[in-house]
């Protein structure tokens, strides 16, 4: 499989008219289809600190639904997928059918966890500051002597709790998710979670990939069963890093929104440096396509 072209022309938000809108996220726009479907959409809108850029990355949508496709084949055999395997364009009028062609997954409505399966393989972001301060991840001990980007010893896992729109995902230690789904889900949780990354980390390294951490979701359908559901493994749920350039001690060039968070650190608002709050300065054409070349890169690396 090689990636296909996107489509030059962004869509910030889609609007169709034949299905009811459930909600709209950061980057998804959810239709009920029926009582047991939903169609996901996958704009081109890009969210940073958890504030949605007011301009598009043009293909991005398209990009992180061959990824994440891409992916759920990969993963086959480990735990059911919210995958219906029926065409988008069937459910939608149309006059409607561009918006959803390449960019949307028609898939089973599902009953929610409220947790973010978190697995690590290396520290980074908030897992590097957590361990200065208590050489532990969300509770997880870790051994002293690890450095920014450092390989952990194993696969860790450290969830967190799902947020409100516009609201910072909270990490929370595991004993904490047998509080809020029960000691069996949480384990059958963690434990699949780890072998999805592990199954994952190892198929990109033979890319020329390392993902240094993911996050998974789950619900349950009618029957109770477990399946992975949202997007999986996308550089907006994952950190990507080039394996020929890792070097431990430094954050890694990556594959995913880093460019654009390093663009936004400097960025100003009103004269003003930006406060990672609405408004969100207005992103330039070169921020925007080096936005999207390193979301191209990550996809044709795969997949080639």
């Known amino acids: ?79 059911p997928n919210h995958l219906t395997g ?30 973010e399966a978190v697995v690590r393989g290396y520290l980074a972001g908030s897992g590097w500051k957590e361990y200065q301060e208590s050489r532990s991840v969300c509770g997880v001990p870790l051994p002293e002597g690890l450095n920014n980007a450092s390989k952990l010893p194993h696969s860790i896992y450290t969830p967190a709790a799902k947020a409100e729109m516009g609201e910072h995902d909270e990490n929370i230690t595991f004993e904490r998710t047998v509080e809020m789904i029960g000691l069996d889900l949480a384990e059958k949780i963690r434990g699949i979670s780890i072998q999805l990354y592990e199954r994952a980390a190892a198929i990109a390294l033979k890319k020329g990939i390392i993902i240094a951490d993911t996050k998974f979701e789950f619900g349950l359908d009618d029957a109770g069963e477990l399946v ?15 394996a020929d350039s890792y070097q431990e001690g430094i954050n890694p060039p990556s594959f995913d929104k880093q460019f654009l968070r390093d663009w936004l650190e400097q960025a100003e608002v009103d004269g003003k440096p930006w406060s990672k709050s609405p408004p969100a300065p207005v992103l330039p054409s070169d921020v925007i396509a080096g936005t999207a070349a390193k ?3 990550a996809m044709e690396r795969l997949t080639a």
Request: charged letters at 20%.
């Open 295 to 297: 979301y191209r890169e």
């Open 1 to 79: 499989m090689t990636a296909a072209s996107p489509n030059t022309s962004a869509l910030h938000t889609s609007s169709l008219q034949s299905l009811p809108l459930l909600a709209r996220g950061k980057v998804r726009d959810n239709y009920a289809v029926g009582n047991d479907r939903i169609l996901m959409v996958a704009s081109d809108r890009i969210s940073a600190f958890d504030v949605i850029m007011g301009e598009p990355i043009p293909g991005k949508g398209e990009l992180l639904t061959q990824m994440a496709l891409w992916w759920f084949e990969q993963l086959k055999g480990i735990v």
């Open 228 to 242: 992975l559901m949202d997007e999986v493994l996308t550089p907006d749920s994952s950190r990507y890093w080039p």
């Open 86 to 115: 029926d065409a988008p364009e069937s459910v939608v009028s149309a006059d409607e059918v561009a918006q959803v062609t390449g960019r949307s997954m028609l898939v089973k409505r599902l009953k929610p966890i409220p947790v």
